[in-house]
């Protein structure tokens, strides 16, 4: 019985990894969405700074999957 126990703990312990990865995963892909809708927006607004908005867009970007590896590796 205790046997069954702990190997039915082990499994919870991989799910909740499992979870832990997917949660971050997503929530960086949905703050990557957001930056390049943001984005977009605003050089629609002003296509003149396409430039300086391309380059604040791709840092928030990297900000942001920078979540999605912290949540792959911790």
């Not at 979870?19 to 949905?30: D, K, R, T």
């Amino acid at each position: 019985m205790i046997e069954v126990l702990a190997q039915a703990s082990e499994q919870a312990s991989g799910i909740t990894g499992s979870i832990q990865a997917g949660l971050g995963c997503l929530g960086a892909a949905i703050g990557v969405g957001i930056v390049g809708m943001k984005a977009a927006e605003a050089v629609g607004r002003n296509p003149d700074a396409s430039g300086a908005i391309l380059v604040q867009s791709i840092i928030g970007m990297a900000l942001a999957e920078a979540v999605a590896f912290y949540s792959l590796f911790l």
